[in-house]
């Protein structure tokens, strides 16, 4: 089957650093996607994965090991406005991304 | 960025009415378009993949003939809800992939809230 594990919440200060990790299991795998909810809102595009490797993007790293199934996204200078939930989402065999319930991170002052 | 534009962004209706969705490309061509459904505090759970001048494909246990999908355009898809009941109540998004673009990211509308009383 096809399965996508996050930590449920995180909590971090801001001005921190803050790592969330994502292990997903899929039928074939065409690359890995980051995205960004606020409540109420849609999900708003980070980043995309598709070869091993750090990829860094101002603020916000997304890291891909396709050997090991898994996948972090680094937030560097938390700000409040980090405040949300990050989906891992990876591409399956058919083009079908794969939604996980995503992880709530929690700024505090 | 790619534009999504989906209207309306909030709707109430009363139970037994329809609602139809729209969500735009707004500067670029999009074959493909998502429709979506979000419960409080869950995962997006894909309902169906619209296809410019074909049928949607639903996914499993979403009923074709409640949520009804065209893809008219390569600009345009509508998801129209029938005979909406209180349990239709959700948040609805949209997302389109450009198809010209190299990486298949998706982009979002803003999404629309149900409600149905």
């Known amino acids: 089957g096809q399965n996508i594990d996050q930590p449920t919440e995180m909590t971090a200060t801001e001005g921190a650093i803050v790592q969330i990790n994502c292990t997903y299991q899929t039928s074939g795998f065409n690359g890995l996607f980051w995205y960004q909810q606020h409540a109420g809102e849609a999900p708003t595009f980070l980043s995309y994965n598709v070869l091993d490797g750090l990829e860094e993007k101002g603020r916000f790293s997304s890291f891909l090991s396709r050997s090991k199934g898994y996948s972090y996204l680094l937030l560097k200078e938390l700000q409040m406005k980090d405040s949300a939930s990050y989906l891992c989402?990876?591409?399956?065999?058919?083009?079908?991304?794969?939604w996980g319930a995503g992880t709530k991170l929690i700024i505090k002052p | 960025g790619a534009v999504v534009s989906q209207h309306p962004s909030r709707v109430i209706c009363k139970s037994g009415t329809s609602v139809k969705i729209e969500c735009r490309s707004l500067d670029f061509q999009a074959t493909t378009m998502f429709w979506y459904r979000q419960f409080p505090k869950k995962s997006l759970m894909l309902m169906a993949t619209?296809?410019?001048?074909?049928?949607?494909?639903?996914e499993q246990g979403v009923e074709k003939d409640k949520f009804l999908i065209n893809h008219a355009s390569l600009t345009l898809s509508t998801l129209t809800v029938t005979s909406a009941h209180p349990e239709d109540s959700s948040f609805y998004i949209c997302s389109a992939r450009d198809i010209a673009g190299d990486t298949g990211e998706l982009f979002f509308g803003e999404g629309s809230r149900l409600t149905v009383l």
């Open positions: 619209s296809n410019e001048g074909s049928k949607a494909t639903y």
């Open positions: 989402a990876p591409w399956d065999s058919n083009y079908q991304l794969i």
